[in-house]
């Protein structure tokens, strides 16, 4: 719009807040709002057409971190529908391809905060595949790394439970929720260090194996789990006023899911049955027994049986992973790509083991070769490209991986669930109440650090 | 390797000719090491233009050429002072991504896509040729490198025949190749057909003169966002997108961060005395 269409004039005499005042536009005054100044607009208001614009976000505490939806509003009803996203943008993508392959595990897991291990899986099997040693990986290292995607599952999927909950008002489902994940979150951090941004899914396999007491841990934490998950589903299954709130709400059918791109729980609750980790298996999925959860109501209410059944057939998964846990290493055999280290507790804090440091030091001049370069200049990845694709608690997580050939990536792009998946919400959004709208977006569980990387 | 320099860069053009007539007529064996080992080989066969005078050495397959841009061995060629020789070493350009198409026979499963995809554009009364630029099979993943101006009807084709079926697209991604002249942009997009099981990867280039590539928004509703998302990124222009605007980026933002031209930025940090070099600006090993 040209400087001569807009003539901004102040709302009162005294005020001079460009955000606060009516502009003639080629489309009529329009007036912002910020509070306050009511006179102003409703004389406007009652001179004819009324059309309101609002601005939800992106610091609005139900739009799950800052996501912005730019709402036009009839009334209560919401007659179109946007979002803005872009506010968590942090270049995660581009500074990766100047650090090594084994250091970009650290960002990628910093991306959706939520669901780390599947963004370092994701990055990870993409290294591998370019490698050719996605074979090679022991194990108990693939072991490992699903159990740690499942509780991780858990976690993500008792989140968008939470939140969605207490967005509706079912505050004790938001209290229960952040309880159990907190107490995921403590195994993570039994077992890797670190509550989130855990780095811990490596090339070649897992940072560091399981530390004593973790088998144990699981086993309790499964314990706990099987007998909590239920609660949620005696508060809300048959809750009339959930239901009121869900059923209906957020209808997005299987073609409006195809053309939209949509998986994940959004997916399932149409009835198909799509899991990547059934369909093009990968980790040795298709050796543990489980099922694929699905609805067919189309809704926010489908979306979240599911995910209480997902969180179930997750329990499963993980008790199967701890019958399986055999001795073994957890890192890839081959000593170019393998990183040699294992950290342990030393008497000045977490460091190298001292074996290794006397293993390097005092007993082979290769090892000391290999830890050096490793360290200080990575491995090189054969030149090529590939797209791994895994299943994210969101829906299908991504890595477009590029090398030419360096120690660092050419080229890493995450097609995260979250970016595609709120493309759908001018479908799910148009046409409902505003208290909808949030309902409808908890229900695609979006996380912007995923969306906006 | 043969005799002949391969850093002299000037050529007779009776030796180019002769060098590419050698290379066809080793071309089978090469085919036999490149269906062997895809990740080594697979770049064996260069185009035309860029075999070196190495060609002519007919007792095994063809060197790769020289890589445009990546030489030594610890990025320590360009005024650092590198007294090891190492500095000198030719690097092999083996990425598949400036090959050749990979000759079949292709694993099975991508076989019978391949077949599946040229009795569709039959169908739709075009060929293999006329759509494709090359066809790469590399780590199990068959990426199609589509002519610009087919793509919008190759979208078309591969969403809606019976047998191909790709009813969703999970993304467009751009990715920037600064040596490749004329081609310095490319654009991959995956399909993933759920009937089938099977997934695809469409790859288009164009160049950094004339960054357009045509939209397929109006066959997959869902590379609406993923377009304006390498727009925003790489400065590709997607002909026929209904609202091409930045999405990550701020609108007013100058340049497109993901661009190899474009700096990663950041300050020198002093720690304890010393001080640490942006990341940008430490050595790199290529």
Redesign the interface.
Known sequence: MSQQDVTFTPAGDDTDDPYAGVRETTEGPVYTVTGQDWDDVVGAAAAGEERIVVNMGPQHPSTHGVLRLILELDGETVTEARCG??YL?T?I???M???TWTQGVTFVTRMDYLSPFFNEAAYVLGIE??L?ITDDIPDRANVIRVMMMELNRISSHLVCIATGGMEMGALTVMTNGFRERERTLDLFELITGLRMNSAYIRPGGVAQDLPPGAVESVREYLRWMWDHIGDYEAFCNENPVFKGRTVGVGYLDLAGC??????GPVLRSTG?P?DLRK??PYCGYETYDFEVPTRDTSDSYGRFRIRIDEMKESLKIVEQCLDRLEPGPVMVGDKKIAWPAQLAIGSDGMGNSLDHIRHIMGESMEALIHHFKLV???FRV??????V?IESPRG?L?A?V?S?????P??V?F?DPS??N??AVPAMCEGSMVADVIVAVASLDPVMGGC?? | MSDNDPQSGKQDPDEVEEAARTRAETSPVEEQSAAEAPAEEAAAEAPEDESTAEALDTTGPALPPEHPSRRGMFGAYDGSGDTTGYGRLVVRDTNPVRGGSTPRPWPEELEQLGDDVSAALQEAGSTDADTFEKVLVDRGQVTFFVKREKLAEVARIFRDDPLLRFELCMGVNGVHYPEETGRELHAVIQLLSITHNRRVNLEVTCPDSDPHIPSIVHTYPSANWHERETYDFFGILFDGHPALTRIQMPDDWPGHPQRKDYPLGGIPVEYKGATIAPPDERRAYN
């Open positions: 996203i872009g943008h270049g993508e581009k500074n391809e100047y650090r595949k370019l050719g195809m053309a939209l791109g949509i998986t198909l799509w369909s093009q200080t200049e990575g054969p030149a090529g490209e590939v797209y694709p299908e991504g477009h590029v030419d050939g360096g120690t660092r050419w080229r792009h097609r970016f595609n709120l493309q906006d990387r």
